[in-house]
């Protein structure tokens, strides 16, 4: 779907922008919360209302659809949302998440637009640091920086 501007994402069917939505973010919650707040006065209203606590079910759910980073996917928002990783940062990458997989049980999540490779690495690192439970909810709160980022790209004024 390309593009909407926003008077056409408050009176569009919901059946219609339901596959945008869950393009931004694959949690079904998500999704409903963004369409029953509509009609939006603009887009900072309609960012406010995407900015939802996940419950850990929906983290983990959401996070099975997200590339590891430094891992390029084919197409995509990953593909652009990574592209400060370049091949140099590989291999760091694949040691690191396969460290970070083994200790919690799942893939490395950040909201890594605009950030380098050498950023991103350092962010992973520092995050072993924390408790599993303190990483879920780090990993959630990224994923709606991400639905944030999608959304605004996909709804214009």
């Given at each position: 779907?390309s ?5 056409e ?14 393009d931004c973010l ?7 919360t963004v369409l029953a ?12 209302a995407a ?5 850990p ?8 659809a997200?590339?590891r980073i430094?891992e ?23 040691a ?12 490395f ?10 950023e991103?690495?350092?962010?992973l ?18 994923l ?14």
């Amino acid at each position: 779907m390309s593009q909407l501007r926003l008077t056409e994402f408050n009176s569009a069917d919901s059946d219609r922008l339901r596959p945008l939505l869950t393009d931004c973010l694959a949690v079904p919650r998500w999704v409903d919360t963004v369409l029953a707040g509509r009609p939006y006065a603009d887009r900072n209203a309609l960012l406010a209302a995407a900015d939802l606590a996940l419950e850990p079910a929906e983290i983990h759910a959401a996070m099975a659809a997200h590339p590891r980073i430094g891992e390029k996917p084919a197409g995509g928002h990953s593909r652009a949302e990574q592209s400060g990783v370049d091949e140099s940062d590989a291999e760091r990458f694949r040691a690191a998440n396969a460290e970070y997989e083994k200790r919690f049980g799942h893939v490395f999540l950040v909201c890594a637009n605009g950030r380098s490779g050498s950023e991103l690495l350092a962010i992973l690192q520092k995050r072993l640091g924390n408790t599993a439970e303190t990483e879920l909810t780090i990993a959630g709160e990224e994923l709606v920086k991400i639905a944030r980022l999608r959304l605004d790209k996909a709804v214009s004024t």
